[in-house]
């Protein structure tokens, strides 16, 4: 049986790629929009804005998912000659250092989203305020975290059974 933990992840992270595959494809379409409306001398007001913003989205919201797929780059040249033991122990410890990472990361991103609220930090052409998509970017590296933990249980419990 899966935990519920893994379970709210796993539903999470399918709905942080819906946002982050509908970035990229909105990405794409204004940026050819652009591009051909750009040849008639008429080109869209803020596209480069939009465009990293977007891409923010996509970075941030699909990370949960690709790492819960594990489709993310893995170089394994040392871990499988190890003895099964330390692998997991090593495999653990990576993940404990990740799990810190993106808790440091998530709460700055918070702090950050707060003072560009707090401020009223917006984009240049279009006015569009910088804290939701920091926000956002924040709930996902802590939602990354708790991948982290997940996978740490999992390891731990295979490691005890």
Known sequence: MENPLN???AQAGRWLNIIGGTALTA?????????????FGHPILGTYEMVSLLLALVAGFTIPRMSLDRVH??????????????????????RLLLLVLFV???????MIAREFQVSGEVSSTLRIPFYPIAYGLGVCCLLESLVFLAEIGNLWRKRHV
Do not use: H, Q, Y
């Not at 893995?74 to 692998?87: A, C, E, G, H, T």
């Open 104 to 110: 440091v990361i998530g709460i700055n991103l918070f």
């Open 7 to 9: 379970r709210f992840l």
């Open 27 to 39: 990405m794409m379409v204004l940026t050819v929009a652009d591009v051909i409306l750009r040849a």
């Open 73 to 94: 780059v893995n170089m394994d040249f040392i871990l499988p000659k190890l003895p099964s033991r330390v692998r997991t122990g090593l495999e653990i410890t990576t």
